[in-house]
């Protein structure tokens, strides 16, 4: 189909979109191609000899490959690097512009859609809050959003869009009493077909993921996957949840709910228990400040939009934090976990207050027989669910399963 540049719009390109593969160059890619371009992601640029070596592959495949890559426009030559004898070696590296997707989170009281490049750059965004999600509106917010950034886009980039992924709890529908939400409006969450009814608003294949566990996998994949390589993730949003990370790959489970932290019990200061999402969520935070008469609804803004809301802040970050060290040392005593790793749908001030508060109240506790973890921020951001729903297109499509890209190089050192 003939772009018209000033007509286009990413819908209309989306109408030649075969779900089950991709717009003119942006295609599912073999599996060599792939491999080859999860090493280059995953460590910034690599050579020819870089590749080989670290894939297996013999010199000659990787020349077909690479130079294929390029002419595809997913690789772009770094500056050459000269060595005290032959040629110099040039380096490749992803190109930015080479892929796109777009990311959609949707949660119990906002939506976040991203348009994310090759390399995770979030390109564009939008936002969304309200009281509870209405599955008609939030089809409605990805239909304007994607109209939206398509004016921004060349007729090229549109092409290259490659698909839509979605993150969001797993039942949505439920805790409809505990978060105050209508339950019928809920219902249709549980009897709709989420994936088809986005397919049908955007056009493009649609990638399903649990909203924490894509949150997880942001961070393994644009945060703190290269420093550590077992971690707990946990991700203070409405609710608690997270994610496990083992051998750098992101360990979901048999039924996905691996690192389901905020179903975690803990003290309840009454002699019984409780989840850990009613003692580390911001809809813990919500009703404190609602109990203390005020308004509330700045929190489910985006996080630089947050009232002061001073001591009462200060004393849930307090809470909060006993009860993440609490459950992070229940975590490292079933995994020897190297590091856990603290985000949230907050500032990054506050999760680093957050992250402080919880290393301390961790080493109050009776470590015994624990090799004590370290307490990380997450690098990834608030919007890290958004832009793990974006990777999961990029994944599925031109990247290899996380098991793959590091099955052969768990004992080499950087």
């Known amino acids: 189909m003939k772009i018209d540049k000033d007509t286009q719009t990413l819908s209309d390109v989306s109408k030649v979109v075969d779900p089950s593969g991709g717009a003119n160059q942006v295609r599912v890619r073999a599996y060599n ?9 995953r460590h910034q640029e690599l050579s020819k000899a870089d590749i080989a070596r670290r894939s297996g592959l013999s010199a000659q495949t990787v020349s077909v490959i690479m130079r294929a890559l390029e002419a595809d426009g997913l690789l772009i030559r770094g500056a050459p690097v000269r060595g005290r004898v032959g040629q110099p070696s040039i380096p490749m590296r992803l190109n930015p512009e080479g892929v796109l997707s777009l990311g959609l989170k949707i949660g119990r009281r906002s939506a976040d859609l991203v348009l994310m490049d090759f390399v995770g750059n979030v390109r ?40 839509l992924g979605v993150a969001m709890p797993g039942e949505i529908w439920s805790w409809a009493e505990t978060v ?25 294949p649609v990638f399903l993921q649990n909203d924490a566990t ?20 946990f991700f203070v949003g409405m ?6 990370v083992l051998n750098h790959m992101l360990y979901p489970g048999k039924s996905g709910n691996a690192g389901a932290f905020g179903s975690m019990p803990i003290p309840d200061g009454s002699g019984g228990t409780r989840q850990l ?3 580390a969520s911001i809809l813990v935070l919500e009703k404190m400040v609602e109990g203390a008469g005020r308004d509330a609804s700045s929190i489910w803004n985006p996080p630089d939009e947050w009232d002061d809301f001073g001591p009462i802040l200060d004393q849930w970050i307090e809470m909060s ?30 999760k680093r207050k957050l992250v402080d508060a919880t290393r301390r109240s961790f080493e109050q506790l009776d470590l015994k027989g624990i090799s004590r973890p370290v307490f990380e921020e997450a690098l990834v951001g608030s919007g890290a ?23 052969d190089m768990l004992g080499e050192q950087e």
């Open 33 to 41: 191609e792939r491999l080859v371009m999860s090493l280059v992601r």
């Open 124 to 163: 564009r965004k939008a936002y969304k809050s309200y009281p509870y999600p209405k599955l008609d509106d939030i089809l409605e917010f990805v239909r304007r959003g994607i109209s939206d950034f398509s004016r921004h886009l060349t007729g090229q980039q549109l092409e290259r869009i490659c698909g």
């Open 180 to 204: 105050g939400t209508p339950f019928e409006e809920m219902q249709k969450w549980r009897d709709a077909d989420i994936a088809s009814l986005l397919h049908a608003a955007s056009g493009l």
């Open 214 to 233: 894509a949150a997880c996998a942001a961070e393994l994949v644009f945060g703190l996957g290269s420093r550590h390589a077992d971690f707990a993730y």
């Open 239 to 244: 609710f608690a949840g997270g994610g496990v």
């Open 277 to 279: 999402i009613e003692g």
């Open 321 to 350: 934090a006993r009860n993440l060290a609490l459950a992070s040392l229940a975590a490292c005593s079933v995994i020897d976990f190297e590091a856990i790793v603290i985000e949230g749908g907050f500032s990054a001030a506050i």
């Open 385 to 407: 669910r958004a832009s793990g729903a974006a990777s999961l297109p990029l994944f599925a499509r031109y990247l290899t399963d996380q098991a793959v890209l590091f099955k």
